[in-house]
């Protein structure tokens, strides 16, 4: 293998192996301004797409250890998309630009979590919410209990009270009349 080779592979296999994931995608037939404006989406996610050989992805997955059925990933125009942090970002802009290229493009697979995932575990990735949207999702439950508590006083203050009076007044009936005896007995003697 000639020494230009050799460095492309290694720098592949370092980027893959450094990665917290390596999603694999078929990009043929699909033009330039395409696939640019995917790397441009991709480096907002801190991610980064790498048009490879199939001969040298074969070569990656047999050293990082990946089962055999990835090979059949390894057909026709691939590329991968690997980076750190977050994939279910990753995921949507991989899944935008599929939809977009109106069947050109595919997804083949990925490696996520340390496991050789299809095509529908990439969609179904690509629909769960991301951190910071389920960060907001569960701040929002958690505020939900103190916000309709405010509410519930607010109401109670605009009213002057008046509803909780209500409620009160079979309770505050009943009191009186259990004490009525006991306050007549005295003012009878």
């Keep these: ?34 696939m640019a404006k995917l790397r441009q989406d991709l480096r907002e996610c801190e991610s980064r797409l790498l048009v490879v050989k199939n001969s040298f992805l074969a070569k990656v997955a047999k050293e990082k250890g990946w089962s055999e059925e990835v090979n059949a990933m390894f057909a026709g125009p691939t590329a991968v998309v690997t980076g750190k ?20 493009a595919t997804v083949k697979g ?14 179904a990735l690509s629909k769960i919410p991301g951190k910071n949207e389920l960060r907001a999702m569960l701040l929002m439950l958690l505020k939900e209990p103190a916000t309709r508590l405010a509410r519930v006083l607010s109401e109670k203050a605009k009213k002057g009270g008046e509803a909780p009076a209500a409620a009160e007044a079979p309770a505050a009936a009943e009191a009186p009349a259990a004490e009525a005896p006991a306050a007549e007995a005295p003012a009878a003697e």
């Design 85 to 104: 942090g977050e994939p279910t970002a990753v995921a949507k802009a991989i899944m935008e630009f599929v939809k977009a290229s109106a069947g050109k």
């Design 1 to 34: 293998m000639r020494i230009e080779k050799i460095a492309i592979l290694d720098e592949v296999t370092a980027r893959i192996k450094d990665s917290d994931y390596c999603f694999i995608i078929n990009h043929g037939g699909v033009d330039v301004a395409s």
């Design 110 to 123: 990925a490696d996520y979590d340390n496991k050789i995932v299809d095509a529908a575990m990439v969609d």
